[in-house]
């Protein structure tokens, strides 16, 4: 009988080493997700979505096109780079129907934390962290 006791026990063990690696994953994928992109619409027309987004520094020149919405997304941890955050407007851009994006800003901001210290009478710094925005301008050109 002792033996399935054990048993219990070790199955007792490695399902809470899951429970905790389940919530672990957890916590670092919602730590590293940004917030969705926030979404300015600027024509009540509506677009099928679409397939490939181009990404540009400027509007194409010489070509119409409707501007469908401002997008804006921030990283205030500083754990999405550029890349990833552009991808996040892109994807929002192509369930919008746009076929460009035109990038029109990006932010980065450094902040620091201060703090008295107490024992030695002095301010002293603390952990610095550097949040990212990066705006744009989703676009449907008349191709």
């Given at each position: 009988?002792?033996?399935?006791?054990?048993?219990?026990?070790?199955?007792?063990?490695?399902?809470?080493?899951?429970?905790?690696?389940?919530?672990?994953?957890?916590?670092?994928a919602?730590?590293?997700?940004?917030?969705?992109?926030?979404?300015?619409?600027?024509?009540?027309?509506?677009f099928?979505?679409?397939?490939?987004?181009d990404?540009?520094?400027?509007?194409?020149?010489?070509?119409?096109?409707?501007?469908?919405?401002?997008?804006?997304?921030?990283?205030?941890?500083?754990?999405?780079?550029?890349?990833?955050?552009?991808?996040?407007?892109?994807d929002?851009?192509?369930?919008l129907?746009?076929?460009?994006?035109?990038?029109?800003?990006?932010?980065?901001?450094?902040t620091?934390?201060?703090?008295?210290?107490?024992?030695?009478?002095?301010?002293?710094?603390?952990?610095?962290?550097?949040?990212?925005?990066?705006?744009?301008?989703?676009?449907?050109?008349?191709?």
């Amino acid at each position: 009988m002792p033996h399935s006791h054990s048993l219990c026990a070790g199955h007792r063990r490695r399902l809470s080493r899951l429970v905790a690696l389940a919530l672990t994953l957890c916590v670092a994928a919602c730590a590293s997700a940004p917030p969705a992109p926030q979404i300015q619409r600027l024509t009540t027309q509506s677009f099928p979505a679409t397939q490939i987004v181009d990404v540009l520094d400027t509007p194409p020149a010489g070509q119409a096109y409707t501007a469908i919405a401002r997008l804006t997304v921030s990283d205030p941890t500083g754990a999405a780079t550029q890349a990833q955050l552009i991808a996040q407007l892109v994807d929002t851009a192509r369930n919008l129907g746009a076929d460009a994006l035109v990038i029109e800003r990006v932010d980065h901001q450094s902040t620091a934390q201060v703090a008295f210290n107490p024992s030695g009478g002095q301010m002293q710094g603390g952990e610095q962290t550097t949040s990212l925005t990066v705006s744009a301008l989703a676009i449907r050109t008349s191709r």
